[in-house]
């Protein structure tokens, strides 16, 4: 909760690398409401925040992924969550939260060798809507 708070009210922070640190559904979640308000970072993965290598299943991925898309203030324009484990639920939360996304910095989303079963085809689809975005499957 405390590196979330801390997302939520930094103007400066523009990389925190949190690799392998455990951090699971819940710790997400608060990062996401984090990233919501966040107006520094400007990506999530590597360089970024990165949240690679912990087990954030598919609730946290997609808590993470809508509060980015429903944010006006984010400056978040790539997310990276290849080889993430993320499942069809994830597909289906992150889908939902592309097509109802407020946020038009988000140019780039990476989405490689998940499991996300049919949940791909109606990620694809919703892309379409969106021509700035690119979706990398």
């Keep these: 909760e405390a590196i979330a708070e801390y997302v939520a009210v930094s103007s400066v922070l ?9 951090i699971g559904e819940e710790g997400a979640k608060a990062i996401g409401e984090a990233l919501h308000v966040n107006g520094a970072l ?3 993965g590597e360089g970024g925040l990165n949240l ?5 299943g598919d609730e946290g991925w997609g808590a993470i992924i809508s509060a980015v898309c429903a944010s006006e203030v984010s400056k978040i324009s790539s997310i990276d969550v290849s080889c993430e484990s993320i499942g069809p639920a994830g597909a289906k939360v992150i889908g ?5 996304s407020v946020n038009g910095v988000l140019t ?10 049919d949940g791909e085809a109606a990620l ?10 690119t979706l990398k499957l």
């Design 14 to 22: 523009t990389s925190l690398n949190l690799l392998g640190n455990q």
């Design 42 to 44: 400007t990506s999530i």
């Design 52 to 56: 690679k290598g912990n087990p954030l």
């Design 96 to 100: 939902e939260a592309l097509r109802t």
């Design 108 to 117: 780039e989303l990476n989405l490689r060798w998940n499991h996300l079963g």
């Design 124 to 133: 694809r689809e919703i892309a379409k809507g969106r021509p700035s975005l």
